[in-house]
């Protein structure tokens, strides 16, 4: 898909990897609309590029993504383009301590329920458009699960295999389905100061949205490019070292 001439939804676009997509997609001369849910977080975005639009909205719960829908495409008829990117991180050992299912409930919500029922709503829409694309944000661990964040882990390689569903349920529709597959990225993910290990954001960016532009539909950086091209037995080896270290 080209970053240029299109109306783009970015869920979470108010910090990190959203908003340096969203950003990318603003110089490329889209027009851009982000949502998340501090109201605060979405201004200090709009204050740094007012041609952005912002809308509050909580993705976990059913009636804002049915709202998003109906105010997005009212807004902007031309919208095109949906990136599934709102996702949040919990580092948790269920074995060692029992939670409320809710807060279990909550990330597989945000992380996988929420991008699937988007795309549900918002195909019928994008399907009447001349080209049209949904974006989805996976990760690296998709490929490769991190015991310190299982749930997570699960509702990426979950997100991973229903994006290429989609792929081939839309393949002779205009309808494109990418996916983007960070690594490790230095962004506020999980609380702050949790990823300053990772890939630098404007780098990162730069990258995968570049190869996003040149057509490519399944784009990683750095350690996630690897793990997505790599053998069954690459990935055991990677995960039980990433496990082993990290544990
Ligand atoms: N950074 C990494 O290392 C890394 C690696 C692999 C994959 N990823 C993925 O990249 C995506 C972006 O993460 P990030 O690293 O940029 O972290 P981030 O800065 O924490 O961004 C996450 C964004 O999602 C929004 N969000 C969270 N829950 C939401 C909800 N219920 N409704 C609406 N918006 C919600 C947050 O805004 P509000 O809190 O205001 O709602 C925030 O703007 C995520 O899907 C993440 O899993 C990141």
Not at 49 to 65: I, K, N, Q
Not at 128 to 140: D, K, L, M, R, Y
Request: hydrophobic share 40%; glycine share 6%.
């Amino acid at each position: 898909m080209k970053l240029a001439g299109n109306t783009v939804l970015v869920t979470g676009g108010a910090s990190g990897i959203g908003l340096a997509m969203a950003e990318r997609f603003l110089q490329a001369g889209s027009t851009v609309i982000i949502c998340g849910r501090r109201q605060d977080k979405l201004q200090e975005a709009q204050q740094k590029h007012p041609a952005l639009h912002t809308r509050v909205c909580d993705v976990a719960v059913e009636a804002d993504r049915v709202a998003l829908l109906e105010w997005a495409t009212t807004t902007f008829p031309q919208l095109n383009v949906l990136v599934n990117n709102a996702g949040i991180q919990r580092r948790i050992n269920p074995v060692a301590q029992q939670e409320d299912w809710r807060e279990t409930q909550q990330e597989i919500t945000i992380n996988l329920g929420a991008p699937i029922h988007l795309c549900h709503l918002f195909i019928p829409h994008l399907k009447e458009q001349p080209t049209a694309a949904i974006v989805n944000v996976t990760s690296g661990l998709a490929f490769t699960p991190a015991a310190f964040a299982p749930i997570y882990c699960a509702t990426k390689a979950a997100l991973h295999s229903y994006t290429m569903s989609l792929r081939y349920l839309l393949a002779k529709t205009n309808v494109e389905v990418v996916e983007i597959v960070p690594p490790a990225v230095n962004t506020d993910l999980g609380g702050a100061g949790l990823h300053t290990f990772g890939a630098d954001l404007n780098e990162f960016t730069n990258s995968v949205m570049e190869r996003v532009d040149q057509g490519e539909l399944e784009v990683g950086f750095g350690s996630s490019e690897e793990r997505r091209n790599a053998s069954r037995a690459e990935n055991d080896a990677f995960s039980a070292q990433m496990n082993a270290r990290l544990s």
